[in-house]
């Protein structure tokens, strides 16, 4: 049984930073992993990817300023977010895709394994 539990939301002000944490569990192979996020009445986007092999993708209204990593010891993905906007309010939701390693795996149809979700608000 997959499950991602997801952690680390909370309101910051604009400028600030947060960290996303996102642990897996029921899965040994890492594969493709991604996180995204979905403004109220809007469609869920791809932020941020990567893969087992470690590379890694951003969209660009978060290039440059968000990190996503991992930890494959503890099986868990990190989103590093920095010098949020306003405009990042959003909830956030970790995916994975333990059986494909593509990167980048942008459509959400991609993956088969979804967080929770996280509110962030700035």
């Known amino acids: 049984h997959v499950q991602l539990v997801e952690s680390g939301g909370g309101s910051v002000q604009a400028g600030g930073s947060l960290r996303l944490s996102c642990e897996g569990s029921g899965y040994t192979r890492s594969g493709a992993m991604a996180w995204f996020r979905q403004l109220p009445g809007k469609e869920r986007e791809a932020i941020a990817a990567?893969?087992?092999?470690?590379?890694?993708w951003y969209a660009d209204s978060v290039k440059g300023r968000f990190t996503i990593s991992k930890d494959s010891d503890k099986n868990t993905m990190y989103l590093q977010m920095t010098s949020l906007k306003s405009e990042d309010t959003a909830m956030y939701y970790c995916a994975a895709a333990p059986w494909r390693d593509r990167c980048p795996l942008t459509s959400g149809s991609d993956y088969a394994y979804w967080g929770q979700g996280t509110q962030v608000t700035v």
């Open positions: 990567t893969n087992s092999g470690g590379k890694v």
